[in-house]
Every structure is written in structure tokens, then in C-alpha cells.
């Protein structure tokens, strides 16, 4: 069986003790810009997005979801996180991440 959802902690734009936001970034954000023009780093990020991806899995087959499921099941998730993740530095909102969340959990009681 996978988690339940953690309760969120403070504010989605805390600030540093300079009072500077420190802005949550994703590989997705620095990918984008590697593109075409740094091939290390674009296959850094390359990396660390199968990583996440194979992390979820893992935990998606842990928790007896089939492979072809588990696999396609955790794209879904890393990428509609890193889009969610996008839209809230957009809107300095954690909204986006919260509905984004909600929708996941109704997705994955499916398989479970």
C-alpha cells in the first residue's frame, strides 16, 4: 500500500533569512534550457527525470500494480508534477500542486 498524502507544512514561498524567496526549481525548467546547448547537462536532467520516474515505479509494483501500468502510471505522475510545479512558481501559488495531488491520489486508488 502506498502513503497517504502528507499535510502541507507553511507557506508554499518561504523566504530566506535575507527575506529572498527561494524558488523551488525542476529538472523539467533546467532541461528545457539545456536543450540543444549543453548535452551534459541535458542528459543530467534526462537522468534524473528516468530516475524519479523509476523510483515511483518501483513503489507502483511494490504496492501491485502491473508493469505496463506501473510504468505508464508513473510518467503520469512525474510529469503532472513537474507541470503543476511549473504553474505554482508561475502563480506563486501551492494550488496548482494541491489539485494536481488530489487528482493523482483519485488516479492511483484506481490501480490499487
Not at 499535510?7 to 527561494?22: E, M
Not at 504553474?87 to 493523482?104: D, F, I, M
Request: glycine fraction near 8%; hydrophobic fraction near 40%; proline fraction near 8%.
Amino acid at each position: 500500500m502506498l502513503p497517504g498524502p502528507r499535510p502541507a507544512r507553511g507557506r508554499y514561498w518561504p523566504h530566506t533569512s535575507r527575506g529572498s524567496p527561494r524558488r523551488p526549481g525542476t529538472v523539467t525548467t533546467t532541461a528545457l534550457e539545456a536543450v540543444g546547448r549543453a548535452p551534459d547537462l541535458e542528459r543530467a536532467c534526462a537522468e534524473a527525470h528516468q530516475h524519479w520516474q523509476d523510483v515511483v515505479r518501483d513503489k507502483f509494483r511494490a504496492a501491485g500494480i502491473a508493469a505496463p501500468d506501473a510504468d505508464e502510471l508513473a510518467l503520469t505522475v512525474i510529469n503532472t508534477l513537474e507541470g503543476a510545479e511549473l504553474s505554482a512558481q508561475l502563480r506563486r501559488s501551492e494550488k496548482p500542486l494541491l489539485v494536481a495531488g488530489h487528482h493523482l491520489e483519485r488516479l492511483i486508488r484506481l490501480y490499487l
